[in-house]
């Protein structure tokens, strides 16, 4: 509801600190502790999973981390944070940097882990235990290493993820549908008409469960990134650019979600060879799809225009 100069600039702020303190903070307590992280080895890059074959390496890890390697949502947020920024150059700060810094959180999180419990085994014991709790994982280790004010922060660092996430998620949702109708948002009314139903929506969505809405986000979020990065090299296709550079990770995340959603739990539960197949398949007919438009679209005449 509020402008996000009103509560993003100023409470965010401190959710970074906290977040920059956790990762620190667990990694100097790692070294302190001289706790055990496991060698990586070539015995080691196999699936440690608890699940085993239920949850294969491929898609399943492209998906569950969401957005240290890739993400549509961090796309969404682009028109948001243009707003923001004094300089354009400052976009490979915030969005490339901002990526980096998820994926070293969640190397960091995933070393602690291990370290912390003694290894792969004992780690999926405690998640099995707590019903694939994390945040069972993350409060006992911060509260461990880092003591009771030190755990406070590593758990805001933590918990401020989600907390943002669904903040900027609503906020960008009602900025689209503003934008959509052309609809003015300086009026508090005006701005009811559009929050209302996304609030209900969302209450009537958290009927279902937390952990498995969670995981649809995931896989919505990088079925989000694909379609940007099509979109991304079908304009560059258009302005005679290097499209290579998104067309190799679009179709890799198109093979991603559609395996992903094929052959996951909260998905059509298919064999993983069964899945891997019909997403092959998939992922086939859209680069074929790809290949066609790009042929006619270069004999066109916007394209011999230009």
Excluded at 106 to 125: D, P, Q, S
Excluded at 130 to 154: D, M, P, Q
Excluded at 158 to 170: K, L, N, W
Excluded at 229 to 254: C, D, E, G, H, N
């Amino acid at each position: 509801m509020l402008p996000i100069d009103k509560l993003i600039g100023r409470i965010y702020p401190f959710f970074g600190f906290c977040l920059l303190f956790m990762a620190i903070g667990i990694t100097g307590a790692m070294y302190y502790y001289h706790a055990p992280v496991p060698e990586l080895t070539f015995a080691n890059l196999t699936n440690m999973h608890s699940k085993g074959n239920a949850m294969p390496i491929f898609p399943m890890m492209f998906v569950t981390i969401a957005c240290g390697a890739i993400s549509g949502f961090h796309s969404t947020q682009s028109p948001l944070m243009a707003r923001c920024i004094k300089n354009e150059r400052l976009g490979r700060r915030v969005f490339y940097g901002a990526m980096i810094t998820e994926g070293i959180v969640a190397l960091i999180w995933a070393a602690a882990g291990m370290a912390f419990y003694g290894g792969v085994k004992e780690l999926n014991e405690v998640m099995n235990t707590h019903g694939g709790n994390a945040a069972y994982v993350v409060n006992e280790i911060s509260k461990t290493w880092l003591g009771t004010f030190g755990g406070i922060l590593a758990l805001l660092g933590v918990v401020a993820a989600p907390i943002t996430s669904g903040d900027t998620a609503f906020r960008s949702a009602r900025l689209i549908i503003a934008d959509f109708l052309k609809l003015e948002q300086k009026s508090i009314r005006k701005r009811l008409y559009i929050s209302v139903p996304i609030f209900a929506g969302a209450l009537l969505l958290m009927q279902v469960g937390f952990d498995i809405i969670w995981r649809y986000m995931a896989w919505s979020n990088q079925t989000l990134s694909m379609v940007v990065l099509w979109t991304v090299t079908v304009y560059l296709v258009q302005q005679r650019k290097l499209y290579i550079i998104s067309l190799i990770p679009a179709i890799f995340m198109t093979v991603v979600c559609s395996c992903y959603i094929l052959v996951a739990p909260e998905g059509f539960r298919l064999t993983p060879e069964l899945g891997y197949t019909i997403g092959g398949i998939i992922s086939l007919i859209i680069v074929g799809i790809f290949i066609a438009y790009t042929y006619y679209w270069k004999k066109s005449p916007k394209a011999v225009s230009k």
